[in-house]
């Protein structure tokens, strides 16, 4: 049934992007307004007038205070924000359809491909240049994310992912840290079961905690080890793989690792909370856990008191982490005004110029300068994943991908939790991918 919801889904995203290739054109002249629709909540009201950041790393709070910063400088061509339910797409699909999109949308980047292959989006190559963006700047990974048919679509403002948020109280008590108070990070497998075997005899705990309900959890961190083994969950013709020897070969990992006691079982919100209560090793969560947990640390009644932030634990041949990025897209469409898009980008390049203060929210930053600048490693904990963002291993550029993060939770949840083997898993996942691939 849900396969069947998943593929009338992505017919109707068909649909609505076949209509919207007869991109709307406005009238010629000078926009004095820009629309922008974007998905990190609500909170217009809240920050009305404000154009200082402060200490702000909410989301929201950091989008719309940019947002009021260019407004108060620009007087003559100003953003009006519109908040969408998360993912957006639902909005985007019915102005697309209407032929009424806003100059500028909030797109995860994996879903670039899809709307540009269909005419949806503004190839923005020569208007970045023009308007004197970097792009040479942008991380390699992240660079080609944005790209389709060799023009760039969006313009990426972050790295997200998963990290390793470690306690240093339990990792001492463990004897995983080294003379630095820094803690011994595992490097391949051998190393990291030895470490989770110290860490579990220690402290009663896991060195990867997460939950079997986390709806980016099971999926994530079998991807992460199939990439690290050097798989893709894409052939060379863009097609499904996730039922190669390699990729069974990870989840029996996977599994193994959780029955150990490697990685927790249960549910996530019962995991954060030990770990908030000082109780559980370390954890899995994504760059927007960091602050999370670093506001844990500076309140005198939680029980964490000393946190680090890691990379992705390496298990395989080469470090590799499920990640993706936040982007703005411009869906004018191919024949849109280009006063309408150059007004767009008059922003993205402000966004674009504003990364660090982005990055305020536990994000990694897209500009490898940004990564490498002493403000960016002041931020809590950003010195101590920066190599995160390069390690990052984003979807492959196929609408089928639309599907994955459903369709692979549920059949390696089943794996786990033992109603079906690794094997036929992966084998109904690969067929219900392909069933939805055939129909692009």
Known sequence: MKTKKSLISLLVLVALLIVSNASPTAAQGEPSRIQLWRFFNECASKFAGVTTLGDTTDVCAVQQVLANQWNAEHPELQVETTSLVWPGIVELNAALAAGTPPEIMSLHAFRVPTYASRGALTPLTSYLKEAGIDVDDLLPNVRDAVTYNGEIYAIPFDVHGILWHINLDLWKQAGLLNADGKPN????????????KQVLEKTNSPIFGGGDDDIVGTEVIWFSIYAQMGGSIADENGMPSVNTPAAIEALELQIRLRNEGCFSSGELAKTYEGFNQGKVASVNGGTWMVNEFDAQVRDPNAGLKNLYVAPYPQLGDKPAVWGGSHT???????????????????????????????????HASVRQSVLDSAEYKALPHHDEYTEFA???????KAGWVNAFDQILHEEIQAAILGEKSPEQALNDAQARLVDIASFQ
Do not use: M, S
């Open 390 to 396: 390069n390690q990052v291993v984003y979807l492959p």
């Open 328 to 362: 703005f897209v411009v869906p004018l469409g191919p024949n849109a005004d280009p006063a309408r898009v150059k007004a767009a980008v008059q922003y993205l390049k402000f966004f674009y110029d504003n990364q660090l203060a982005w990055t305020r929210t536990g």
């Open 185 to 196: 990070i595992p490097v391949g497998l051998e190393a990291f079961e030895a470490a989770c």
